[in-house]
């Protein structure tokens, strides 16, 4: 059960939080890498979390085919059942030759693996990129520019704002 009365943050251990201009520019760090690996057809975002990121990517790439394959697990920091909420268009199935061969998938993080396994089954033979990855999801990523430990929370600049912080002599951490 979810002890509510918990932070994501205390819940996870450590915080990792990723402003605008970060995200931005490992995004770009990530397409440095990304351009050695291609020329990719299509790029394919698992939504919500690698639409920012596909955009980035497909922007410095020149890569204007995009789908989405929508997946979502989490409820704040717990994870539960995998749910596919929006399939792989059937004309993007066909550009990689209904195994991804030449597309390129695209997602925020890599964390328990669960989520990047089942696009995987997906396309085996596309090319899976994060921008952050954890070390039990790390194995089924083939490029990710940042490593985090396993008990660390990422927050995202779309999930977080701007607010007061207290002082370290007043007792901040
Ligand atoms: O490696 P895993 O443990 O499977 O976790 C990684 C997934 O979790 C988050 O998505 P989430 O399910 O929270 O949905 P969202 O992208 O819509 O925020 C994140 O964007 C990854 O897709
Ligand atoms: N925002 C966010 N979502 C996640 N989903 C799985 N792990 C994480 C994480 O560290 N941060
Ligand atoms: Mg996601």
Redesign the pocket.
Known sequence: MTDKTLTAEERAGRAFPVSWDQFHRDCRALTWRLNEVGPFAAIIA?????LVPAAIVARELGVRVIDTV?????DHTR?GE?NILKAISEDTLKLGGGTGKGLLIV???????????LVREMLPDAHFATVYA?P??RPLVDTFITEVSQDTWIFFPWDTALSFAPPLRDGAA
């Open positions: 698992i939504t919500r979390g690698g929508g997946i979502a697990s989490y994870q995998l997602d925020d993080l890599v964390d328990t693996g669960k989520t990047a396994q954890k039990k999801g």
